[in-house]
Every structure is written in C-alpha cells, then in structure tokens.
C-alpha cells in the first residue's frame, strides 16, 4: 500500500468530525450521516494517490532512441535491438517508442509489442537533448504498473541536464536503464524468476542453489547470490537460445541451522522501486552429521567408509538393538552387518520393520549364507527386505522390473579410499546389471536437483 501525496490524509481529521455524529444520530439521521463518513473517505484515499499492488505488476517500458547525427551510424541497430530487447515481454507488459535529438517526438503510445520498423517521426538532428527526452519519456509513461525508459543514447548531450531529469524521474519510480547499441556483446538487464534450493541438507554436505532468470537471448550480465550473513557471489551469465537459463552455484555449512539465500541481479536499488531486475530468496535448514546404527560384531570397511564420509556410526550388538520405532527414530539408516535371522527378537525385528515401512528410515542388509537364509523370510524382517531369499526350483519365476535410482549431485564427487562416491555407485549399479539375466527388465535413472532417466525400463539389457 502507498499513497502518492501523502499529505492529503490530514483531511481524514474532517472524516472523523462527519463520522462521529453518524454514531450518536439515530434512525435515518444515522445512516445518512455514516454515507456521507464514508464518501468522504473514499474522496480522501482518492486525493491521497492510494495504490494497492497485488501479485507481479505489469511492465511498461518507453524507448528513447536517439536519432543524432552522432548516432546515425547505429540507428538500424538501435531498432534490431529494441525487438530483441521486447522478446520476452508478458502479454500483459507494454511498449513505447520516442526518437529524439534537438527535440523529442513520441513515435508509439505504449501499447502491446511489436516490431520496430521505419519511424516516420523526424526529430533535430543537429543537437541532443537528453534531459527532454526523458521528460517527454516520462511524461508518456502510465502511472501504474512498473515503469522503465529504456535510453538508446551515446550520452553526448549539447543541451540540457540529463542528470537533473534521472534524479525527477527516480523519485516518481520510473526506472532508466542506458544501452548503447553496438556490433559488439549486448548488454541488457535481466529478470529474476526463481531461486531453487533443496530443503535440507547435511552439515558438510554441498548443496546447490539454482537461480533461474530470463532475459534477451544473447545478452550478458550478472546473478549475485547474497546469504544471510553478507557474504556475495556473482556469476557472469548469457541468455541463451529461447531467453531464459539458469545460474547454478554451490555453497557447504558446517553448523547446523537455517541459512537464508538471496539471488538478484545486482542491479542498483531505488527508494521506489527496489532492483528493477527482481530477486528471489530461498531457505536451506542445515541438519547435524546423520547417524547409522551399525550391527555387527566385526569391523568391516563399511564402517570405516562411513566414518570417513562423515556419518556418526554407533556400534553395537543384536543383543543391544532398541525395542521400539521411536528409539530407532534417533537414526538415519540401520546396518545389519552379517547378523543371523534369530541374532534379532520378535520385539526388536517388529521395530525395525516399523521403522523401515512408518518412519521411512534406511534399512541396509549386509551377509552370506548365515545371515541371508531362508529362515528370515519368517521373521519380520522378511517383509522389509527387497529381495525374496527363499530357495527356488530349477523353474525360473516371473520377469523382474527394476529400476534402479542413484544421486549424481555435487556431494557424489567426495571421495573414499581414492576413489569418488559416483564411480562407486556406477560399480554398484553395473554390478546389479551384470548379475541379472537378459529376460529381466533395468532401467536407470539419476539425480541432482532434477530427475534424469539414463537408461529406459526395458528387458533385453546387455549389461552396458
């Protein structure tokens, strides 16, 4: 809510002279009187300038082309640009052209975009005058809505004060951007859309932090991602084909907490307006190192893979697992490491299962012939683990469908004994391929902030 002259809400003191006889006046007297309270509000909120946005506003944006003798040599840019500068308009967006020099003459009222062929306006071109061009600019602007002139000038005024004009129409909110048309790079401004992020990650873990913008396809400027405590990264970017592309950065907390991030364009901020490009803010809650309960009674790599890759690894026997889901709630993912179907009682074997199934907590199965028997498909373990152990005829059952999911993100490059978290899992997902016969169906699928399918759901695999 803003009001344009604020002074005129002095005038509400006389409202009020009106409104409280309304309230001691019965009967029609009292009606009347309430009408008349609130007409004179309305006729005050009207004096006032009151404006209520809602939602994202619409844009009008005037383009003051400079049409000079000393800018003669560019004028066919200048046009080219202004259509390449209008491609990722709104429908609801607006656009209007002025040409000027010595003088300035309104060549389009805003209106819809559209290409900018020959202007049949001839201005002055003997002279530049800046400061009546942004005048007549302004002038011809709307006065809601978001409001930009665009000025397509070399700046070699010869009369005027340009300076003076910018600074009148910055305390209206009116927006002026300089572009000088070139053979070389554009340079144009760029609108913030989005700002991805995941919602949790792991203290020590990178996390990436998308900021998706558009723009004129082609042009180059900058996305800053500002966090909470002031800490700035800028990143050059080029609209690519179709205007609209994406900054990607990194970031890592060690502590845990919530950590607030900012992206905009770096543009400078107005009083009225705040960054003409816009911005878009994102919130990471950063949890402490997760936690593995790890059953077993011998150390294998496992365990210290784990520990190396930062989890908190809590060792103990079958005998000593809890007894309850919400013990095992205190965990990120159970190891079995090598323990035998009846190592685990029907208590503790229910709760694991419910802590599996109800609270979605990791469940990993390690073992041979001892611990992987027939007899743990009677306990409630059995219900939990993805494979069926039990013993087959030579008959071969149904076709298997499995697709199979591993993470690529960023924190797949950290590494163990040498070698990185992506290439283990590419082993591992080889490794399930290769064991698995043709007539099974695989498909593969990846992901970082998106989900990407790497290999189609389809029998036949040929183990590549």
Do not use: C, N
């Amino acid at each position: 809510m803003q009001f344009a002259d604020p002074h005129y809400l002095l005038l509400l003191l006389a409202v009020a002279w009106i409104w409280v006889p309304a309230w001691r006046a019965r009967g029609p007297a009292r009606r009347t009187a309430a009408a008349h309270a609130f007409i004179a509000l309305l006729l005050v909120l009207g004096l006032s300038g009151l404006r209520i946005s809602g939602g994202r506003a619409s844009m009008t944006v005037m383009f003051a082309l400079d049409r000079s003798d000393s800018m003669s040599t560019v004028a066919s840019l200048s046009r080219d640009l202004i259509d390449r500068l209008t491609v990722g308009m709104r429908a609801s967006d607006r656009m209007a052209v002025l040409s000027f020099g010595g003088d300035a003459i309104l060549d389009r009222r805003p209106g819809p975009r559209a290409a900018v062929t020959a202007l049949a306006s001839r201005p002055a071109a003997g002279s530049t005058d800046i400061e009546t061009a942004l005048r007549v600019a302004r002038a011809a602007l709307p006065t809601g809505g978001v409001r930009r002139i665009v000025l397509m000038s070399d700046g070699q005024e010869t009369s005027g004060d340009a300076l003076a004009e910018a600074g009148r129409a910055a305390s209206e909110g009116v927006h002026i951007d300089v572009v000088l048309p070139s053979e070389g790079p554009l340079v144009a401004p760029l609108t913030i859309d989005d700002l991805q992020a995941p919602a949790r990650v792991r203290s020590g873990e990178p996390f990436p932090l998308v900021a998706t913008f558009h723009g004129v396809e082609g042009a180059r400027g900058e996305i800053v991602l500002t966090s909470e405590d002031g800490v700035a990264t800028t990143l050059p970017v080029t609209v690519p084909r179709g205007g609209t592309g994406r900054a990607e950065f990194s970031d890592l907390r060690q502590e845990p907490g919530e950590y607030a991030y900012r992206a905009s364009t770096g543009a400078t901020e107005t009083e009225a307006g705040g960054d003409p490009g816009g911005s878009a803010g994102a919130v990471v809650m950063v949890s402490g190192e997760p936690r593995v309960l790890y059953v077993g009674s011998t150390p294998r790599t496992l365990d210290a893979a784990l520990r190396q890759a930062r989890f908190r690894v809590d060792r103990v026997s079958a005998a000593s697992v809890p007894r309850t889901a919400s013990a095992l709630a205190a965990y990120d993912a159970i190891v079995l490491d090598d323990v035998p179907p009846d190592a685990l009682d029907q208590t503790q074997g229910a709760a694991v299962a419910r802590y599996v199934e109800q609270s979605g907590g990791g469940l990993l199965v390690l073992g041979g012939p001892r611990s992987l028997s027939a007899s743990i498909a009677a306990t409630p373990l059995g219900a939990v683990l993805p494979v069926d152990v039990r013993p087959r005829t030579a008959r071969r059952a149904p076709a298997l469908a499995l697709v199979i999911v591993f993470d690529k993100s960023g924190s797949m490059d950290d590494r163990i004994d040498g070698v990185s978290k992506i290439e283990l899992s590419r082993q591992a997902v080889q490794g399930v391929i290769d064991a698995l016969p043709a007539s099974d169906a695989v498909g593969v699928i990846a992901f970082d902030t998106a989900a990407r399918p790497i290999m189609p759901l389809r029998p036949g695999h040929d183990g590549t």
